[in-house]
């Protein structure tokens, strides 16, 4: 999620474990609800596969978390929170860590919650990176925590931060039911879309192609309308991303990853999760996180490729 959403929910955690007075305890929150996000510093080294690995990596995971919630209360205790006992800054930042692990479990991009037993990427693909609504109901609900002091409305207020995105989930998997009804001779996949649960991205596939469309919840729709694309592991070029260690990790990454043809021996990977085609907003021309590849006339290497971060 983005870092407005993290806050506001960590500022929720801290008007609930707020007593009378301290009011440190919202700069404390504010920190935990964001701290998991630390690991945004690899970016600054501008190395792709490096972002790609360990964003969210072990800051991200269940395990990793309680060293992490340790060194940086320790940290911020002997800096800032002097008075503040440094197991109960650890508890809070683990709490809050926990819940910004699953604000990020329900996008789509992927958290490695269970490192270090596997690097995989887990993901409830419920919420979009971007949810105006759920963010403003949160600052909402943050303002109103102020004003009333009430321990069962702080409790309800937290409770929302993991009933929305779990009812988008069960949305989602009536609607996968309801496409999958349709197109009976396919396989069906929903991933998010800005505006979900209102919006979703649905790809098909069958042994030959994946099929996608950004659609209204519960639109109907012809196969006809759908972009076709051809998935990585039915094209030639699957094999090419063994050729050296970044494209290794750029395709343990992708998820959903189609391969077109834009020159005679040139091809552009991309992962459906991140394209989007509504009305007004149409990003297959320039798609996050897309690879183009330069190979020799008979496919067999590489000669050049660029990425698109």
Not at 57 to 76: D, K, Q, R
Not at 90 to 115: E, K, N, P, R
Not at 234 to 258: A, R
Request: one cysteine or more; hydrophobic letters at 45%; glycine letters at 4%.
């Amino acid at each position: 999620m983005d870092p407005v959403t993290h806050v506001c929910s960590g500022l929720l955690g801290g008007s609930y474990l707020r007593k009378k007075n301290d009011k440190k305890v919202y700069y404390i929150a504010a920190i935990g609800g964001l701290l998991p996000d630390i690991d945004n510093v690899i970016g600054f080294l501008n190395e792709p596969k490096l972002y790609l690995l360990y964003h969210r990596g072990v800051t991200h995971s269940i395990v990793g978390a309680v060293l992490f919630s340790f060194l940086a209360a320790v940290i911020l205790k002997f800096l800032f929170f002097r008075n503040y006992n440094v197991f109960k800054i650890t508890i809070i930042f683990y709490l809050l860590g926990l819940m910004h692990i699953f604000l990020d479990l329900v996008t789509s991009y992927g958290t490695q919650i269970a490192l270090p037993f596997t690097n995989e990427r887990f993901s409830l693909e419920s919420v979009f990176i971007i949810d105006p609504f759920f963010t403003l109901a949160l600052i909402v609900m943050f303002l109103v925590s102020i004003k009333i002091n009430s321990a069962k409305l702080k409790a309800m207020f937290i409770a929302f931060v993991f009933i929305y995105p779990l009812t988008n989930y069960g949305v989602k998997a009536v609607y996968s039911d309801y496409l999958q009804s349709i197109f009976k001779d396919k396989s069906v996949t929903l991933t998010t879309a800005p505006f979900t649960p209102l919006n979703w991205k649905v790809i098909l596939s069958d042994d030959k192609y994946l099929y996608y469309k950004t659609m209204r919840l519960f639109q109907k729709a012809e196969i006809e309308e759908f972009d076709k694309f051809v998935p990585l592991n039915k094209s030639d070029i699957e094999s090419l991303l063994n050729e050296d260690d970044f494209l290794k990790v750029y395709k343990w990454f992708l998820k959903y990853p189609v391969v077109e043809q834009i020159a005679d021996s040139s091809f552009k990977i991309t992962d459906l999760r991140f394209m989007i085609n509504l009305k007004n907003i149409r990003t297959k021309d320039r798609t996050p996180f897309a690879l183009i590849l330069n190979t020799d006339s008979k496919k067999s290497r590489i000669l050049s490729y660029k990425y698109d971060f």
